[in-house]
């Protein structure tokens, strides 16, 4: 017993050196300080799974005997795949020492544990779900895993991505749900985006002139003045034009038709970028 023991601590810390000098896609693992033989684990959702943006932790809990003796998995994060808290019943863990090889190592161990996830066959700690389900799980996990000390403690760097992820959507709904208020957010290229259920008539300068690529808060040169300034301006033009003489009327009336077009064309433009830069950022986030 005591000449196994330091057995597993070496291949603890060879495997641990062994996964920093060649990361295994997709997942993070970190022995907890206090006890080797626990190791925290992150599996990130690949791409066009019904994983994708989730973030799934669990540990790996390893006997003294190791690697003579494999250890129990657990899943501790939601997913829709496997029940939390609970032993998973894989070839590579506990369950079935009559399959395991002392050869695997941590990242062997991860890499299959993702292998059977991504899998749909049932066994002793795999449970059922949707399509949707395993979504909807994905998007909660971000929030989930932060309660977790553990998880804060051993994966800073994780926690600081999905804190950046939780603002981003905070940012997009208050943009795409405010009422008359204006709402700041940025997007994944960090410029900054400001919407309004007014978009078609009051868009901030300068987010149009970066957007459109202007200067001086102006769209290809044609400067935009915010509501206020235009309704003022408009209640003036209708004024001179009831002063005017008669033989000024055809050139007041010919001003105002222009001045007509002209708002016009201004609001189609601005709520059309409005509408691009929303499915911009809607995209980058997905």
């Known amino acids: 017993m005591t000449n196994r023991k330091p057995t597993a601590m070496s291949r603890m810390k060879q495997d641990y050196l062994r996964l920093k000098k060649d990361p295994v896609p997709y997942i993070t693992a970190e022995p907890l300080p206090s006890n080797l033989l626990e190791w925290h ?53 506990d369950f079935h020492p009559d399959t395991w090889n002392p050869t695997w190592s941590v990242g062997t161990i991860l890499t299959g544990l993702l292998s059977f996830m991504l899998e749909s066959t049932p066994t002793l700690g795999s449970t059922e779900s949707s399509l949707y389900e395993k979504q909807q799980y994905a998007k909660k996990s971000l929030a989930f895993n932060l309660k977790n000390s553990n998880f804060r403690e051993l994966f800073p760097q994780i926690c600081d991505e999905i804190n950046c992820r939780l603002k981003t959507q905070q940012q997009l709904l208050q943009a795409t749900t405010t009422g008359n208020k204006l709402t700041t ?32 808060g102006s769209l290809g040169g044609i400067a935009i003045s915010d509501e206020n300034d235009f309704n003022e301006n408009s209640k003036n033009d209708n004024t001179n034009v ?35 830069i929303v499915n911009y950022v809607i995209k980058n986030l997905n």
């Open 242 to 276: 009831n002063n005017h003489t008669n033989n000024k009327n055809s050139n007041s009336d010919s001003y105002c038709n222009w001045h007509s077009i002209y708002s016009n064309l201004i609001a189609i433009i601005s709520f059309a970028i409005f509408a691009l």
């Open 41 to 93: 684990y992150v599996v990130k959702g690949p791409e066009d799974s019904p994983y994708q943006g989730g973030y799934y932790h669990g540990t790996l809990l390893f006997p003294r005997e190791f690697p003579f003796k494999p250890p129990s998995i657990y899943m501790l994060t939601p997913n829709g795949r496997f029940k939390t808290n609970t032993r998973l019943c894989l070839s590579i863990s």
């Open 185 to 216: 957010c940025s997007n994944s290229t960090g410029e900054t985006v400001t919407g309004s259920n007014k978009a078609a008539k009051n868009y901030n300068n300068n987010n149009v002139n970066n957007a459109a690529g202007g200067t001086n």
